[in-house]
T-cell receptor, first 113, second 113 residues
């Protein structure tokens, strides 16, 4: 089915481990985004990408790495996970930057012990 | 920098009652404003958006919102709430470059039978 999918949906890891969250969209949208959702903070932008091989930092990029070698994929890597990175992570895509209409995945719940 | 405030963290209404969720924004120019809804365990879905023109905008699921520049507000309304409207609602504004949405902290709506 067309849409935006995230994997894994749930992940438990330990402090210091590397974790990669995957995001795949089938619409060929140019823009893709990673947000984290925490109680009391709403959604905060981690990184975004305007096209393949173009990425930029959002509001809270520290501790995260992204890549976009193909339009449809936008993985998010935590190189050395910390407890403060326990959160729900949402990937989103958008056809253009002007509309502001984002299409969200169902989220990946990450727990760092 | 733009910001969005949703003063009410939780709101409880009776089924069939009217609803108004508050949103205040801080932005230097004419804002692009949005309301998103998040059902439990799901990603966010766009309810409606305001770019320009008529200050009363209609959205999906019977929701509407009114842009009031003098009050820097973009409140969401529904005349009669249904139990299925129980969810978390997010107001958002897009930045000058049009490539980043800033979300409010969200309002959790509960509906009493």
């Amino acid at each position: 089915d067309a849409g935006i999918t995230q994997s894994p949906r749930y992940k438990i890891t330990e402090t210091g481990r590397q974790v990669t969250l995957m995001c795949h969209q089938t619409w060929s949208h140019s823009y893709m985004f990673w947000y984290r959702q925490d109680l009391g903070h709403g959604l905060r932008l981690i990184y975004y990408s305007a096209a393949a091989d173009i990425t930029d930092k959002g509001e809270v990029p520290d501790g995260y790495v992204v890549s976009r070698s193909k339009t449809e994929n936008f993985p998010l890597t935590l190189e050395s996970a910390t407890r403060s990175q326990t959160s729900v992570y949402f990937c989103a895509s958008s056809e253009s930057k002007e509309t502001g209409e984002l299409f969200f995945g169902e989220g990946s719940r990450l727990t760092v012990l | 920098a733009q910001s969005v405030t949703q003063p009410d963290i939780h709101i409880t209404v009776s089924e069939g009652a009217s609803l108004e969720l508050r949103c205040n924004y801080s932005y230097g120019a004419t804002p692009y404003l949005f309301w998103y809804v998040q059902s439990p365990g799901q990603g966010l879905q766009l309810l409606l958006k305001y770019f320009s023109g008529d200050t009363l905008v209609q959205g999906i699921k019977g929701f509407e919102a009114e842009f009031k520049r003098s009050q820097s507000s973009f409140n969401l309304r529904k005349p009669s709430v249904h139990w299925s409207d129980a969810a978390e609602y997010f107001c958002a504004v897009v930045n000058n470059a049009g490539n980043m949405l800033t979300f409010g902290g969200g309002t959790r709506l509960m509906v009493k039978p």
